[in-house]
């Protein structure tokens, strides 16, 4: 499963004041992540397999790539993805590969397959 989402991803240090509650900005991108998948008609229970070996491909489209860990925006994403259904649990990826390219307008794909060779 291919997803593109025109979105900026935030950093995992945006999300949470402390550590039980979320930060407005967070609680806005859940609801911006949800519009997305929702308005691209994305259907995880079509698409994903029932495997638990996944891998997960995700590659960051940036007006700036030296702002910013590579691995900062990985876990807000993968919690929505779980959230959202398109995957069954974060425990069940077995491979994660990370890519920022430099890009005019801010946005993310991920790609959603599953492990074979595990």
Request: with cysteine; charged share 30%.
């Amino acid at each position: 499963m291919n997803l593109k989402l025109d979105i900026k991803p935030i950093s995992i240090n945006t999300c949470w004041a402390g550590r039980r509650f979320k930060t407005p900005k967070y609680t806005q991108y859940e609801k911006d992540i949800y519009w997305l998948l929702q308005t691209n008609k994305y259907k995880p229970e079509q698409e994903i397999s029932e495997s638990e070996r996944i891998a997960v491909v995700f590659t960051f489209h940036l007006k700036s790539i030296l702002k910013g860990d590579i691995d900062n925006p990985v876990k807000p994403l993968l919690d929505l993805l779980v959230k959202n259904g398109f995957i069954k649990d974060d425990r069940y990826i077995m491979a994660l590969h990370i890519y920022k390219v430099k890009a005019e307008k801010d946005s993310v794909e991920i790609e959603i397959m599953e492990q074979t060779n595990v």
